[in-house]
T-cell receptor, first 113, second 113 residues
Framework: DQQVKQNSPSLSVQEGRISILNCDYTNSMFDYFLWYKKYPAEGPTFLISISSIKDKNEDGRFTVFLNKSAKHLSLHIVPSQPGDSAVYFCAASAEEGTYKYIFGTGTRLKVLA | ETGVTQSPTHLIKTRGQQVTLRCSSQSGHNTVSWYQQALGQGPQFIFQYYREEENGRGNFPPRFSGLQFPNYSSELNVNALELDDSALYLC????????????FGPGTRLTVL
């Protein structure tokens, strides 16, 4: 049972444009969400997080939006840069068992110069 | 500040053997989590250790076991290896066992033949 889903395995975007990566979840107990970025031969790197008490969190070029009623979150990257090309994972955790992150399967973003 | 390191980088074992993977936490971090990432999947939580005690476990059989040492380095042991154990094994350290950001190492690629 895949509780966190990233339905787009890959995405290509022109440099300077907006990249939008999507994530859906099924467990209504999830109340904390994160995005990680992963380059080849490296471990995932934390990007940005959001608590369920918010619907938006921004950090520089990265913004995460949370729609609790739709059980959907998205990561916006503006403007996209070639160095953003990586695999992006969303992850979620519930209040009970806060230590345990459930990851999606990832979306490979390619930013074209 | 030294990041999270893992050894070895790659490992090849045969079915039925046992393997030990090692992780050195980021300085000041007392919590380590282990994840298994199969090809094309997101990381799956195996277990977490906080101050040398297991602090939670995912859906993995008992042949997956771990240790955390007083210096907060950690080991993942897998007995009776199966072909499906072939994966990238990631460890992540964090400041505490709450929702502090988890910092990942580069992983150990295990191949079981």
């Amino acid at each position: 049972d895949q509780q966190v889903k990233q339905n787009s395995p890959s995405l290509s975007v022109q440099e300077g444009r907006i990249s939008i990566l999507n994530c859906d979840y099924t467990n209504s107990m999830f109340d904390y969400f994160l995005w990680y970025k992963k380059y080849p031969a490296e471990g995932p790197t934390f990007l940005i997080s959001i608590s369920s008490i918010k619907d938006k969190n921004e950090d520089g070029r990265f913004t995460v939006f949370l729609n609790k009623s739709a059980k959907h979150l998205s990561l916006h990257i503006v403007p996209s840069q070639p160095g953003d090309s990586a695999v992006y994972f969303c992850a979620a955790s519930a209040e009970e068992g806060t230590y345990k992150y459930i990851f999606g399967t990832g979306t490979r973003l390619k930013v074209l110069a | 500040e030294t990041g999270v390191t893992q050894s070895p980088t790659h490992l090849i074992k045969t079915r039925g053997q046992q393997v030990t993977l090692r992780c050195s936490s980021q300085s000041g971090h007392n919590t380590v989590s282990w994840y298994q990432q199969a090809l094309g999947q997101g990381p799956q939580f195996i277990f977490q250790y906080y101050r040398e005690e297991e602090n939670g476990r995912g859906n993995f059989p008992p042949r997956f076991s771990g240790l955390q040492f007083p210096n907060y380095s950690s080991e993942l042991n897998v007995n009776a290896l199966e072909l499906d154990d072939s994966a990238l094994y990631l460890c992540a350290s964090s400041l505490s066992a709450s929702r502090d950001t988890q910092y990942f190492g580069p992983g150990t690629r295990l191949t079981v033949l």
